[in-house]
Structures are given as C-alpha cells and as structure tokens.
C-alpha cells in the first residue's frame, strides 16, 4: 500500500471520527452542555491531522518539504491558538467587570490593550506564516495553499453547521445574509482563524 493511498484511508477515518464527534458534542436537543477542553481539543487534534494529511497530498508534498514545512506551519498554529484561547478568557473577564454597578475603567483599559496586542501578534503570526510558504514552497504551491486554508475552513465550518442542524447560531442558514468577507469571517491573510477560536 503506498503512501498516498494510506494517507487517504488515514483521512478518511480522521475526517469520520472528527464528524462524528463534532455531531455528537453539538447535537441539538432540549440542554446540551458545552463540550469540555478535552473533547474540543481532542476535535480540534483530529481536523488538524485531517488538515495536514490533505494539504501534503495537495500540494504533493516531497519528504524534504512536508519535513521542514509543516512543523513550521504547526508551530505557527499552535501560537495562534494560544492567543485566540487568551483572548477568549480576557473576553470573560470584560464581561465579568461590565457587571459591576461601576465597571472599574482602569482594569478594562488593560483587558483592552491586551486584545489589541494578541490581535497584532495574530497578524504577526500570519505573516510568519506566509513567509514560511514562500521560502519552503514553489509560486504554485504558495498559492495553492492559500487556497487549501480557505476551502479547508470553509468545509469545516459547513460540517460544524450541519453537526448544529444546519443554521448559524443567529438562526440564519450558512452563508445567508452576508457579503463575501464580511461578517464573522477572517480578514485579509493566509486563512480563517482556527476554529476554536471562535
């Protein structure tokens, strides 16, 4: 069996498990709690193996290449979930300090510097990683791969949908009544942000 067909199969049965999971963690149904970190992370791991599998046989990656790429791209991925998961908690605590009968300015202040600055490292890290395509890959794989970040997401995002019942959690159906780029998508740069960090 060679390689490529064993990464098929490998993806095939990564992509079914993600499914599976992401279906069953949101359900519909009358009370269905959050998942935990674990089971998103345990998603999350599972996509991004999808994620990888795919994109070598996309852009026909040698050995050579997938070796010094894609633990560049891993690392790259892995400091801008960390930013996303902090900036998630700095949110929870705006939120927390909005409740008070007097918000206490100077801690909002602070909480707000320290979104604005996760979100300029998020930048930085996009344009650490389109530096890291242009040196490892040829023109048409760089594009290539800008194009793979976009679909790949988009896919992802229709199957986290569908697992919801197939709306938005506004009640719009996906893709309904937004312009192209607008909206709770990305902005200009490689690709969307990672999933969880929505």
């Known amino acids: 069996m060679n390689t490529i067909v064993r990464g098929i199969i490998v993806a095939a049965f990564l992509a079914a498990s993600a499914t599976s999971a992401i279906a069953q963690q949101q359900a519909p149904g009358p009370r269905r709690d959050r998942p935990s970190d674990e089971q998103r992370e345990a998603v999350r791991k599972k996509m991004?193996?999808?994620?990888?599998?795919?994109?070598?046989?996309?852009?026909?990656?040698d050995e050579k290449t997938a070796a010094a790429f894609i633990p560049a791209i891993t690392a790259l991925e892995q400091k801008r979930r960390e930013l996303y998961r902090e900036n998630r908690d700095i949110m929870q605590e705006m939120k927390l300090?909005?409740?008070?009968?007097?918000?206490?300015?100077?801690?909002?202040?602070?909480?707000i510097s320290r979104i604005e600055r996760n979100r300029q490292e998020i930048a930085a890290q996009r344009s650490k990683e389109?530096?890291?395509?242009?040196?490892?890959?040829?023109?048409?794989?760089?594009?290539?791969?800008?194009?793979?970040?976009?679909?790949?997401?988009?896919?992802?995002?229709?199957?986290?949908?569908?697992?919801?019942?197939?709306?938005?959690?506004?009640?719009?159906?996906?893709?309904?009544?937004?312009?192209?780029g607008r909206g709770p998508g990305q902005g200009p740069g490689m690709g969307a942000a990672p999933l969880e960090g929505r």
Do not use: C, W
């Open 48 to 61: 991004y193996a999808v994620k990888i599998v795919r994109l070598t046989e996309t852009l026909k990656l």
């Open 97 to 111: 300090i909005l409740q008070a009968s007097k918000p206490d300015e100077g801690k909002l202040k602070t909480a």
């Open 130 to 180: 389109f530096d890291a395509a242009r040196s490892h890959l040829t023109i048409a794989q760089t594009a290539q791969y800008i194009i793979f970040n976009q679909e790949f997401q988009q896919e992802m995002r229709g199957m986290m949908e569908g697992a919801r019942g197939g709306r938005n959690p506004d009640g719009r159906r996906p893709g309904k009544g937004l312009a192209p």
